[in-house]
Structures are given as structure tokens and as C-alpha cells.
């Protein structure tokens, strides 16, 4: 199946399928994202997984012996925190240097880094919660917007929406491709994101469960094991003061691919799901 949309010519990837970035210490590594990239979606390489600038320069340079195709790297910013900017000083030097062209920043304004990063060429996308956020960073420069939904895993904000409404919105609001983030896991997840109007997917639980990923196998067991039904999941992850572990799209998530075999599962069962609507006489093509 082939994709050609705003957000595969912006970043030079064949699949319109984005890692999410990890921030636990060594998961948010080139283990993961080169055979993500490799495998023609758009791998990440987080700041804050690794213990020092010098960790992080072996690591880009880890990634691109591990392939030739596009990865970024995402800056994590914390209001009152040691990530800010100043923290992501020679992060930023390091990732222009080794000629990676497309950052993220997450969380906090990022508009400091990713203008920075604009004007030596690269291609800017900020991840936030919420459609004020979104309309906001898109203001300062944003080439693209990822919006995460309730559904999602990290810490929440009261006005944070759910996936489908962030994007049927965010498509009203916004002048910039907008990419679906929260409680994605599947083939047809991927298909209703963008027909929401999403030009891509940001994909982070479902790849917690992928053989590459540094983690513990109880962790990934935990994931595959998970129930769609368990209510006891739905509130930790609705919950305002959780930080972390999977998201709703555990649920899922019944084995442990690889990297590459996980890709390939979301593409050839949008090109079934597609299949069905013609049979149904939903769509030509």
C-alpha cells in the first residue's frame, strides 16, 4: 500500500507511522528507532533517556550506521524543571551537527528550539495535550502538530479531549497537519485517524511491546495480557496525576513483534479495512 501524503513528503518516510518519544533512561534509544525508521516509519531518539550529551552523540551516531532512512530527535521541556532549554543546550548542537533534520519538542513551549532548528533547515513538530496548545505552537512556527488524547498515556490536563474530537477539531482550527497521538494500537486505528483528518500517526504503547524495545519482558507480558475491559486500567490512565506506562491501546496489543512486523500488521490491515469498505460499496478506488 502506498502512502503519499503532507506528512510523508515532510519527513521523507514511506509510512505516515511515527514512534512516540520515550523518556524512561535507555528506552528512547536507536535500539528502537533505527528498525523503526528502517522499517519506513519515523523513529525517535528522546534527550532525556540518555545520561549525557556524550551517550546521546554515541547514539545518533549508532542510529545512522543502523540506517539511511529519516529518525528525529524529540526535546522534552518541563516548566520549572532542569529540562528546559538551557538543559537541551549541546542536545541541540549535537543533533545539527550529526545532521538530523527533524526535531520534535514536547510538553513545554518549544518554539526557542524548533525555530532554532528551522533556520539550519530542519523540520519542527511539537507534541501537545490540548487544541489551545495546538493553535498556539502552530502560531510560533510548528510545521506540524501532534495532539495527544485522553486516551493516551502520561500526565493529563482538564482540557484535554479525546482523539476523535482533537482531530475533527483540531482540522477547524488549525492551518498545519495535525498528527494523532492516544490510544492507537491497530490497523483500524490508523485507518480512522486519518479519515479523521489525522496525516499521521504518533504510536507509543504498541511499540513498548515490540522486541526492540529496552524494557523488561514482564512489562511487555503485562501489555499483551492487558484487558480491553479492565477498569481498574481505565482509571490509573484517566487519572490526572499519572506519568507513565501504557495507554488504553494495551488493550490491543496480543504479541510481540518486531519493530518491522508491527509496521507491516498496520499497513496490510488498512489495505484490508479498505478492502472491506469496497465490498461494502463505501468507496471506489
Request: proline share 4%; charged share 20%.
Amino acid at each position: 500500500m502506498r502512502f503519499d501524503n503532507p506528512l510523508t513528503r515532510m519527513l521523507g518516510v514511506k509510512y505516515p507511522i511515527i514512534q512516540g518519544a520515550f523518556g524512561t533512561k535507555g528506552s528512547g534509544s536507536s535500539s528502537i528507532a533505527a528498525p523503526v525508521s528502517e522499517a519506513g516509519g519515523l523513529g525517535i531518539l528522546t534527550t532525556i533517556s540518555y545520561k549525557d550529551p556524550d551517550e546521546f552523540q554515541e547514539d545518533v551516531r549508532r542510529a545512522k550506521a543502523a540506517t539511511d532512512k529519516p529518525f528525529a530527535v524529540n526535546f522534552t521541556l518541563f516548566k520549572d524543571s532542569k529540562y528546559d532549554n538551557a538543559y537541551h543546550e549541546e542536545y541541540v548542537k549535537i543533533t545539527l551537527n550529526e545532521g538530523v533534520r527533524i526535531v520534535f519538542t514536547s510538553a513545554y513551549d518549544g518554539s526557542l528550539i524548533g525555530n532554532r532548528c528551522q533556520k539550519e533547515g530542519c523540520c519542527w513538530i511539537h507534541k501537545c495535550a490540548t487544541l489551545e496548545h495546538a493553535v498556539s505552537i502552530a502560531k510560533k512556527g510548528a510545521d506540524a502538530v501532534v495532539i495527544v488524547g485522553l486516551e493516551g498515556t502520561g500526565f493529563k490536563n482538564p482540557t484535554q479531549n479525546t482523539t476523535l474530537i482533537n482531530m475533527t477539531a483540531a482540522r477547524r482550527l488549525l492551518n498545519v497537519p495535525v498528527i494523532a497521538a492516544g490510544g492507537i494500537g491497530d490497523a483500524r486505528g490508523f485507518v480512522a485517524a486519518l479519515a479523521m483528518g489525522a496525516v499521521g500517526v504518533y504510536i507509543g504503547t504498541a511499540f513498548m511491546a515490540t522486541q526492540e524495545f529496552r524494557t523488561s519482558e514482564a512489562l511487555k507480558k503485562k501489555i499483551v495480557n492487558q484487558s480491553l475491559l479492565d477498569p481498574d486500567h481505565r482509571r490509573k490512565i484517566y487519572g490526572l496525576k499519572h506519568g507513565g506506562g501504557p495507554s488504553l491501546a494495551a488493550g490491543l496489543v496480543d504479541s510481540v513483534p518486531t519493530a518491522k512486523e508491527f509496521i507491516e500488521s498496520l499497513v496490510s490491515g488498512a489495505e484490508e479495512i479498505l478492502k472491506e469498505f469496497e465490498a461494502w460499496g463505501m468507496i471506489e478506488r
